[in-house]
């Protein structure tokens, strides 16, 4: 019986049917208050309803239940995130970090938090553990590239926005951060300058500044 409730719960999760959704896990929750599965399925319907209090508290119950359970970190942390506290993201992914050490949303999300806290190294080594356990990350790449242009490196900044257009043409974050990076490259690389001015012009036609 609660096998049944769970799948349907979870498909009607799935179609966006949250109405549904919530009745069942709360129907499971009703039978079996101790329900892991329901109340880290439940959380994650508050977090994407925008209930982050309620989110965080049957996170936190679920993790108590399960502390060994990757999936409940991810969630905590993205509710986490949506209320900029930022120190306890981070103490929230040492202590996934004690259970999955080979997760790349980890390390985006420490990295996320770092750089919020001001620890700007630590940031960079988060992420770039991140990229080495997944090559295709699009969002890493993008947050790696800024913080090699924060840092001043134009030539790994171009590398990594090159490399997420590659995969995620279609990103409207990717363009106008390629284009200025192959403008801002051509000041600094003379022999290259038409290159990147052909390039970036290329790819944003429209940008006066590159023509």
Excluded at 83 to 96: F, S
Excluded at 137 to 155: A, F, K, S, Y
Aim: aromatic letters at 6%.
């Amino acid at each position: 019986m609660s096998k049944q409730i769970l799948q349907q719960a979870l498909k009607a999760h799935q179609t966006g049917d949250f109405s549904s959704a919530r009745a069942g896990y709360q129907a499971l929750l009703s039978m079996d208050p101790d329900n892991v599965k329901a109340l880290g399925m439940l959380g994650m319907l508050e977090l994407q309803e925008g209930r982050f209090y309620p989110a965080l508290e049957l996170l936190n119950k679920a993790l108590d239940l399960a502390p060994t359970d990757a999936s409940l970190y991810l969630r905590k942390g993205a509710v986490l995130q949506q209320l900029q506290r930022w120190h306890e993201v981070e103490a929230n992914c040492q202590a996934w970090l004690r259970v999955q050490n080979d997760t790349p949303a980890l390390y985006y999300m420490l990295g996320i938090a770092q750089i919020a806290r001001g620890n700007r190294n630590l940031a960079g080594s988060s992420w770039k553990k991140a990229l080495a356990l997944a090559p295709g990350h699009v969002e890493v790449l993008i947050n790696l590239g800024m913080w090699h242009h924060e840092g001043g490196d134009l030539r790994n900044a171009h590398k990594c926005w090159e490399r997420a257009y590659g995969l995620q043409p279609q990103n409207p974050r990717l363009l106008p951060l390629l284009s200025s990076a192959l403008r801002e490259l051509a000041c600094v690389e003379p022999n290259s300058a038409v290159r990147h001015l052909h390039r970036a012009a290329q790819l944003d036609p429209e940008n006066g500044q590159g023509w």
